[in-house]
């Protein structure tokens, strides 16, 4: 039976932290480790360890980001398959892990399984049954198959602490020749809290970290319109939703780095390229 780790990076999110934990150790799929990643939190927090004692915590005392949390738990992890779960994302039905294994066992050339993600402002469940090969899973709940991860060195280092790092990956499994499909049906409730956010921050980090992810990823071909497009996006955005200070600062970011982003570039193929933003156009039904 395919072993399998849930991890949960966290910080100052106790109350919804414990829904997570049960919600994982719920899960029917076993043999099933849940692992917790306390990222220097100030609130209540390391008072749950003594609740779950049969959950793997690690604690650090200054923080370093959901991201290294995650690769931490990863690239380090002895299972089969690495279950993100946000710490205010929860499951519900309790079988997900179960069912996204079916397809992870029976197709090898299945990198990643994305949950259907709901939340409070899209509250509606889909029927089950429903797959689709797709372009990107959402962080806040998946299945990555770990032999795929770490051949690929986990994800990606970049400059701002949010942003990016999912579409860089999944970008690199698919160039790899792996696929990412979505289960219809199979969800993740992600609550969306507002503890421990920032949006300006985020926002800025996102607009920088996408920047980076089209410089270091893009084929040199098409780098020069890929850039001006990403640009000229976040910035109609920024006026539309008044975001411009964030987009802005972000964007100064982005150049601020160009240099050592270039000698880091890594691009992929321009199939892999076309073929990621078709799949994000339109994904592509499966049958079983």
Known sequence: MASVLVGIAT????ALLRKAIDSALGQSHRPLRV??????????????????PMVSWERWDAPQGYVAARNRMMLTAAEDYYVSLDDDSWFIAGDEIASALVVLERQPKVAAVAFDIVSPDRPDMKTRGGKASVSLFIGCGHVLRLSAVKAL?????????????????????????????????????????????DLAAQHRSGVCNDLVFALRRTPLALLAPVLAYKIATHLLFAVRHRYMRPCLQGIGDFFAVVGKTWALRSPVRVASLLR???????????GD
Do not use: M
């Open 35 to 52: 692992a917790v990643v306390d990222d220097a939190s100030g609130d209540r927090t390391p008072a749950l360890r003594r609740d779950y």
């Open 276 to 286: 990621y933003q078709a799949l994000t156009r339109s994904p592509q039904v499966i």
């Open 11 to 14: 910080c100052n999110r106790a």
């Open 153 to 197: 060195g986990g994800y990606g280092d970049f400059p701002g602490g949010y942003g990016s790092e999912e579409q860089d990956l999944c970008l690199r499994l698919i160039d790899a020749g792996f696929q990412i499909v979505k289960l219809d049906g199979v969800h993740v409730w992600h609550d969306k809290s507002g503890i421990a956010r």
